[in-house]
């Protein structure tokens, strides 16, 4: 199997790595550049992410009428290779998790719609979103199947009652991705839901501790008690909140 790289692709991972050794790993000998959370300040990163804006490198993974690089799957393992040799560099390129899975998600399957309304502030920068799919025991984690969160439709809306947790970059994220059951279905009964933190009845019960450093917005642990909203806002349907099941349980992985 021969694993050469496209010169193109190539080049951009090298400006890649040049802009990690220059610019970011010299920052982390400074402790005044961390946050509380042992990651980067805010205020330096936004600094960092203007200059890699400035450098072409913003956002590789989106198409570039999107404003982003436009590099496939496997340029893309190239520059992440690049970028996490510095715990800086993922969210100085826009390309971190979560926010790097939902605009691909949204890129994949959203609606012109739904991507200007959703997509489109992330790929800018102007917002962060979170992953909503892990649920307190006997709720799912890395097995949709056994996801407890149901959205039921009434009329023109859909009501979801739920109850997430260990969602990582919930306190700093403004759009939601939520997974919740819409039939019985075991594989195929299930909807991605897009909603803002401000939807009614959304809240944040709290900010899970966990060893080591955090990506920003730590793990939260959403809920709310019902919200609705129109259909044709998020993927395959609606966008809206959740409502709290809470177990009692403690934390577990």
């Known amino acids: 199997m021969d694993f050469t790289l496209d010169p193109a692709i190539d080049d951009v991972r090298r400006r890649v790595r040049r802009f990690v050794d220059d610019r970011l790993i010299p920052l982390e000998a400074d402790r005044a550049n961390y946050d509380e959370h042992e990651n980067v300040r805010e205020d330096v990163l936004s600094a960092m992410r203007s200059q890699a804006r400035a450098e072409g490198l913003w956002a590789l993974q989106m198409p570039k009428a999107r404003g982003g690089g436009g590099l496939s799957f496997v340029g893309m393992a190239a520059c992440y290779e690049e970028m996490n040799r510095s715990i800086f560099g993922p969210a100085t390129f ?5 926010d790097d899975g939902t605009m691909m998600v949204l890129e994949r399957v959203g609606t012109d719609a739904q991507q200007e309304r959703w997509l ?6 102007k917002v962060r979103s979170a992953f909503a799919m892990t649920e307190p025991h006997p709720g799912g984690g890395s097995d949709p199947a056994m996801i407890r969160t149901t959205a039921e439709r ?4 859909w009501v979801v009652h739920g109850h997430k947790w260990f969602i990582t970059g ?8 939520l997974i919740a059951r819409t039939s019985d279905d075991a594989r195929k ?15 944040l019960l709290r900010r899970i501790p ?4 955090e990506e920003h917005g730590g793990h939260g642990e959403p809920s709310s008690r019902v919200s609705r909203s129109p259909t044709g806002i998020a993927c395959s349907a609606s ?6 099941r809470r177990s009692g349980s403690a934390p577990h992985g």
């Open 170 to 177: 919930a306190a700093a994220a403004s759009h939601f991705l």
């Open 154 to 157: 009434r009329g023109d809306k």
């Open 94 to 98: 826009n390309s971190a998790a979560p």
């Open 189 to 203: 009964g299930h909807t991605a839901f897009m909603y803002h933190r401000d939807q009614p009845g959304s809240r």
């Open 239 to 244: 966008a809206t909140a959740s409502r709290s």
């Open 210 to 213: 966990i060893m080591g450093p």
């Open 120 to 125: 489109r502030p992330i790929v800018d920068g």
